[in-house]
């Protein structure tokens, strides 16, 4: 009787250590997910060419779902590559609708509209999660490959900064300094 006991009880215990272990792999799991979900939402609300209240984001095991609506096929293009460029993001399944018809424009241009909607976003993104360099207070603006950073800082390190994490960004040709230091 003893032993059987002692079996049932010890089936318990290893059950209960097993379900534990599980249920913290999904706790992280989740915490995780809901990290890349805050980082694609603040990616599509800083980024001026899109609307992020037509934008809705899902994430489910490192795989964004992009549904809502957005003007036209460049900004779903748009949308789909800030999120694909975020750490940890393992797919993206762009599902967005396009509202308005493709226009004649230029392919090379649409290209390049979109190369520099995603580098200016990626900047300010960078800038804003750099804990040495104030990103409120600096603008970025990109015109074909070339940024252009705006705005006050404290320090020439915080400048420096400022300008060597724009020209570390991929796709970007120049930087252009027009940043005061105030402090």
């Not at 009880?9 to 059950?15: R, T």
């Not at 649409?110 to 995603?118: H, N, R």
């Not at 400022?162 to 230091?181: C, G, P, W």
């Amino acid at each position: 009787m003893k032993k059987t006991t002692l079996s049932v009880v010890m089936s318990i215990v290893l059950g209960s250590i097993a379900f534990g272990a599980n249920a913290a792999q999904d706790w992280q799991d989740n915490a995780k997910d809901a990290w890349i979900d805050g980082k694609a939402e603040t990616t599509i609300l800083l980024n001026t060419n899109l609307n992020s209240f037509d934008i809705n984001t899902d994430v489910h095991d490192g795989n964004v779902t992009l549904t809502g609506k957005v003007d036209s096929s460049v900004d779903k293009s748009l949308a789909g590559e800030l999120i694909k460029s975020l750490d940890g993001v393992k797919d993206v399944n762009n599902e967005l609708s396009v509202m308005k018809p493709h226009s004649d424009q230029d392919s090379k241009d649409i290209g390049e509209s979109l190369t520099d909607s995603k580098v200016a976003t990626v900047v300010k993104t960078r800038l804003l999660f750099s804990a040495d360099v104030s990103g409120t207070d600096i603008n970025v603006d990109v015109d074909h490959g070339v940024v252009t950073l705006k705005g006050t800082v404290s320090s020439d390190a915080e400048r420096d900064l400022a300008l060597t994490i724009a020209k570390n960004t991929d796709d970007v040709k120049d930087v252009v300094d027009e940043l005061r230091v105030t402090g």
